[in-house]
């Protein structure tokens, strides 16, 4: 089977290191949350605080304020607000923890460990809050915009060009889809799956078809998730199969921000990743549950797309 994997467009290099940096943060927030809130005596013992009962309220307090903020984080499009509130928490934070560390019966080098951490994250939420404060979201105008990736399939093209027009069986290997259903003549509704259980969803219309060579589409107006692209294939060299080439472009300024918080990676790894799982598809009938198939980047057992 070939799993030669073709780079067509230094556009998916990787996102920005705000936008990245700003859905890590997210998901520190709500994780940190949730162990707060669940565990708070676990955590006090873990920073070096006395485990009391109003230090215990206290770090359920300061959990619920954190899983608000990744919530906040994850699902809005321009989040600098929500950046902006970490950074009065972490300031919270490290009052708390200076008061704690004048006490004898907290440990001292535990709380030192965890000021210099929160000191670290504090860091990281004044970057990207003030990335995001200057109007520009993080990744928008960049080149990860608009991609192009191509996949050798085994398969031949009438079958590999029917299995792809069929919309709702896209979710099949697009993990962060829920479901694409036909509302009318061509037009469809996509649901994907957004962080923390939200979900994202658009209407999209098919504006050109030539069978066995293109399938293009764009979103509607007003789309919640404003992108378009097209499928084009070809009959591979050597009679290998087929070539698949999918471009895809969310360059709108709305899209940027939906999209980040959709796929968890840039828009370039995210073709590959699904390009990927579309040949398993459709040369053995399955996602495969390697290591490779788990993981969406870089892998032991996920080899390095071939650049062009």
Not at 131 to 149: F, I
Not at 197 to 221: C, F, H, M, Q, Y
Not at 282 to 301: F, P, R
Request: aromatic content about 6%; some cysteine; charged content about 25%.
């Amino acid at each position: 089977m070939n799993r030669q994997t073709h780079n067509d467009s230094g556009s998916g290099n990787g996102s920005s290191t705000a936008e990245s940096l700003t859905n890590g943060l997210g998901w520190f927030s709500i994780g940190l949350g949730l162990a707060e809130v669940a565990a708070p005596g676990a955590l006090a013992g873990m920073i070096g605080i006395r485990d009391s009962s109003k230090n215990r309220t206290l770090l359920r307090l300061y959990g619920l304020r954190e899983l608000a903020a990744g919530v906040g984080i994850l699902t809005q499009p321009r989040p600098a607000g929500w950046l902006w509130a970490r950074v009065g928490g972490d300031v919270v934070d490290l009052l708390s923890l200076t008061s704690a560390a004048e006490s004898p019966r907290n440990g001292k080098a535990r709380l030192g460990l965890a000021m210099a951490s929160v000191l670290g994250v504090t860091a990281a939420d004044i970057f990207c809050a003030a990335q995001l404060s200057e109007g520009k979201p993080a990744g928008e105008g960049s080149s990860e915009a608009m991609a192009v990736k191509s996949i050798i399939v085994d398969r031949p093209i009438e079958e590999v060009y029917n299995f792809w027009r069929d919309f709702e069986q896209l979710p099949r290997f697009m993990s962060y889809l829920q479901s694409v259903r036909y509302t009318g003549d061509r037009r469809t509704h996509w649901i994907a799956k957004g962080p923390a259980g939200t979900k994202i969803a658009w209407d999209a219309e098919t504006t050109a078809e030539e069978p066995n060579r293109l399938i293009a589409w764009r979103s509607v107006e007003g789309s919640e998730f404003e992108n378009s692209g097209s499928v084009r294939f070809e009959r591979a060299p050597g009679n290998r199969g087929t070539l698949v080439r999918v471009e895809l472009d969310y360059s709108s300024n709305r899209a940027a921000s939906a999209l980040g918080k959709l796929m968890r990676m840039d828009l370039g790894r995210r073709i590959v990743h699904d390009l990927r799982r579309f040949k398993q598809v459709m040369e053995i009938g399955e996602i495969t549950k390697s290591e490779a198939s788990v993981h969406a980047g870089m892998h032991a057992a996920q080899p390095e797309p071939v650049h062009q």
